[in-house]
């Protein structure tokens, strides 16, 4: 990939640039490019979607941001028509900055700007490509994750990769990664797009490839025969979307942070009490819950339609006594 010749008087590349992105994600990135005096063709942006209870229409976050700056917004349903792709081709970009669009990009699309188009994908590929790599590393127990900036090809996340930024996870959930990861990213795009020629393209070790497919309803149902290590991983990864939950008493509940407080390896009445227990049982009236192996405590719940509850305030509206199974 060669380098860009079109530089500011201040030695800046100013690049005339496609920006694609849907959800939140891609907002830095886009008010990053945009801060940095890019010239911003064109912002293309899933088209509206039904929400709310009145399922009214709805911008995506990042149309509602590129309006605001007063930038040209395309939502086309699909880019597969030749009619689209003329019409992409026809802005004459330098290059496209992906983050979170959401749309599959034909080989016309990917092939229209001058240099490319370059993506902002969460995690350290080849680890996690796919939909939900953020939820799969949380989930997964990784220590660490990140972005990387990546040559965009026909492949899912298999293109040459320019940076990588590392974070660790530590106890953060996904909403949590999410937000760091948005941030880094688009300070990295911005590194990127500054000087081109520095970033030598890296291609991908495919036999190290592990693929994030994207979260299934059925996985947010919390299986208490799991170890506790587990589920709490499972808790971090899906808040706060789509929650992990389980049922008390026929009512759903998620649980979107919880801790692990039995280690069979420490001994003690309450390790004792979860190993007899079955799983899914309260075994106090702090709402610890034996698993298949040690117990976790609830930190966060949510009731369907109620806000989000600490334990303490949860148990003063929903008491739960030892002994209740959950299912």
Same mark, same amino acid.
């Given at each position: 990939?060669?380098?860009?010749?079109?530089?500011?008087?201040?030695?800046?590349?100013?690049?005339?640039?496609?920006?694609?992105?849907?959800?939140?994600?891609?907002?830095?990135?886009?008010?990053?490019?945009?801060?940095?005096?890019?010239?911003?063709?064109?912002?293309?942006?899933?088209?509206?979607?039904?929400?709310?209870?009145?399922?009214?229409?709805?911008?995506?976050?990042?149309?509602?941001?590129?309006?605001?700056?007063?930038?040209?917004?395309?939502?086309?349903?699909?880019?597969?028509?030749?009619?689209?792709?003329?019409?992409?081709?026809?802005?004459? #970009?330098? =290059? &496209? %900055?992906? *983050?979170?669009?959401?749309?599959?990009? @034909?080989?016309?699309?990917? !092939?229209?700007? +001058?240099?490319?188009?370059?993506?902002?994908?969460?995690?350290?590929?080849?680890?996690?490509?796919?939909?939900?790599?953020?939820?799969?590393?949380?989930?997964?127990?990784?220590?660490?994750?990140?972005?990387?900036?990546?040559?965009?090809?026909?492949?899912?996340?298999?293109?040459?990769?320019?940076?990588?930024?590392?974070?660790?996870?530590?106890?953060?959930?996904?909403?949590?990664?999410?937000?760091?990861?948005?941030?880094?990213?688009?300070? #990295?795009? =911005? &590194? %990127?797009? *500054?000087?081109?020629?520095?970033?030598? @393209?890296?291609?991908?070790? !495919?036999?190290? +490839?592990?693929?994030?497919?994207?979260?299934?309803?059925?996985?947010?149902?919390?299986?208490?025969?799991?170890?506790?290590?587990?589920?709490?991983?499972?808790?971090?990864?899906?808040?706060?979307?789509?929650?992990?939950?389980?049922?008390?008493?026929?009512?759903?509940?998620?649980?979107?942070?919880?801790?692990?407080?039995?280690?069979?390896?420490?001994?003690?009445?309450?390790?004792?009490?979860?190993?007899?227990?079955?799983?899914?049982?309260?075994?106090?009236?702090?709402?610890?819950?034996?698993?298949?192996?040690?117990?976790?405590?609830?930190?966060?719940?949510?009731? +369907?339609?109620?806000?989000?509850?600490?334990?303490?305030?949860?148990?003063?509206?929903?008491?739960?006594?030892?002994?209740?199974?959950?299912?």
């Amino acid at each position: 990939m060669r380098g860009f010749d079109k530089l500011s008087l201040n030695g800046v590349c100013e690049l005339r640039i496609i920006f694609m992105g849907t959800p939140d994600f891609a907002v830095p990135a886009l008010q990053a490019l945009n801060a940095a005096g890019h010239d911003i063709a064109c912002v293309y942006t899933q088209p509206p979607r039904a929400a709310g209870r009145g399922k009214q229409l709805r911008a995506s976050p990042v149309q509602v941001a590129a309006e605001a700056m007063g930038l040209m917004v395309r939502s086309p349903v699909s880019l597969k028509h030749a009619e689209e792709q003329a019409a992409f081709a026809a802005l004459n #970009a330098d =290059v &496209a %900055v992906v *983050a979170a669009y959401g749309l599959i990009l @034909p080989q016309a699309v990917l !092939d229209a700007p +001058a240099h490319g188009c370059l993506n902002i994908h969460a995690s350290l590929l080849p680890r996690w490509r796919g939909a939900a790599p953020i939820h799969r590393a949380v989930m997964a127990g990784d220590a660490e994750t990140g972005v990387t900036i990546m040559q965009m090809e026909a492949g899912l996340d298999t293109g040459p990769m320019l940076h990588k930024v590392r974070v660790p996870v530590a106890r953060k959930t996904t909403g949590e990664l999410t937000d760091e990861l948005a941030a880094l990213g688009a300070d #990295a795009m =911005v &590194a %990127v797009l *500054a000087d081109l020629a520095a970033y030598a @393209p890296e291609p991908q070790d !495919d036999s190290a +490839a592990i693929y994030a497919p994207k979260i299934d309803k059925a996985e947010a149902k919390i299986d208490w025969a799991e170890p506790a290590a587990v589920i709490e991983r499972k808790v971090r990864g899906l808040a706060p979307f789509p929650g992990a939950w389980f049922e008390l008493a026929g009512e759903r509940v998620k649980l979107l942070l919880a801790e692990a407080v039995a280690n069979p390896r420490e001994g003690g009445d309450l390790e004792r009490d979860a190993r007899r227990a079955r799983s899914g049982a309260v075994l106090n009236d702090d709402f610890t819950i034996a698993c298949g192996e040690g117990a976790i405590r609830p930190l966060r719940l949510q009731r +369907a339609g109620k806000p989000v509850l600490d334990r303490a305030e949860f148990l003063r509206g929903r008491a739960v006594a030892a002994g209740t199974v959950l299912s």
